[in-house]
């Protein structure tokens, strides 16, 4: 069994910065990728954004392109997402995901999850 663990949400107003971190524990697999996903009140969860398992290769959803950034670091099993120029539209749960194999693969579903850490953007 892995755990993920999310830390850093919180309240923010438009324009500013947060960082996400996720801290995998347990029984973590030599080789996995690793995913952020959000869910907006009311609205279906959506992916983010999602690194290979070396931190080579990282691909965003449009909506974050160029704003968000998502990285890792080996040697602590966590993963981190860079949140800069927050608009409210980014307020949601953010869910930390984790996929064995070294690439995301978006047609398949997150082998593990965490539990969600809520970010919140006022206008």
């Known amino acids: 069994q892995v755990n993920l663990v999310e830390s850093g949400g919180g309240l923010m107003q438009t324009g500013g910065s947060l960082r996400l971190s996720c801290a995998a524990s347990?029984?973590?697999?030599?080789?996995?990728?690793m995913g952020w996903f959000r869910q907006a009140p009311g609205k279906e969860r959506e992916f983010a954004a999602a690194?290979?398992?070396?931190?080579?290769?990282?691909r965003y959803a449009d909506s974050v392109k160029g704003r968000f950034t998502i990285s890792r670091d080996g040697a602590k099993n966590t993963v981190y997402l860079q949140m800069n120029s927050l608009k409210p539209e980014d307020t949601a749960i953010y869910y930390c995901a984790a996929q064995i194999g070294s690439n995301w693969d978006p047609y398949s579903i997150a082998d593990y999850w965490g539990q969600g850490t809520q970010v919140t953007v006022s206008s």
């Open positions: 347990g029984r973590t697999p030599s080789t996995y990728a």
């Open positions: 690194i290979n398992w070396n931190g080579d290769y990282t």
